[in-house]
Nanobody, 114 residues
Framework: VQLVESGGGLVQPGGSLRLSCVVSENIFSFNVMGWYRRAPGNLRELVATMTNNGYTNVIDAVKGRFTISGDNGKNTMYLQMNSLKPEDTAVYYC?????????WGQGTQVTVSS
């Protein structure tokens, strides 16, 4: 399974970005899809998840600002990020999980700075 993220970049506080993750297989064949991030000096943390029956969840720090979604026809999952804050600066990774195995993308840098 291969995952390729895109959509990161430099954005001013209050701005928006949409991250994309193209998966080499049908995304809804996996039990769970998710986005994680790792800020400098921090451990990787879970940001948002989506199950293959459409249930979604995000962490409190991004609630109301970030939305996870998927397009099965394009084998792509998304993370829409609005009202970005400097503390959202991190490398963002997409991941899928099935049968005890996690698969990861290479990561995409998001920098929120004026």
């Amino acid at each position: 399974v291969q995952l390729v993220e895109s959509g990161g970049g430099l954005v001013q506080p209050g701005g928006s970005l949409r991250l994309s993750c193209v998966v080499s297989e049908n995304i809804f064949s996996f039990n769970v899809m998710g986005w994680y991030r790792r800020a400098p000096g921090n451990l990787r943390e879970l940001v948002a998840t989506m199950t293959n029956n459409g249930y979604t969840n995000v962490i409190d720090a991004v609630k109301g600002r970030f939305t996870i979604s998927g397009d099965n026809g394009k084998n792509t999952m998304y993370l829409q990020m609005n009202s970005l804050k400097p503390e959202d600066t991190a490398v963002y990774y997409c991941s899928v999980y099935s049968s005890g195995t996690y698969y990861w993308g290479q990561g995409t840098q998001v920098t929120v700075s004026s």
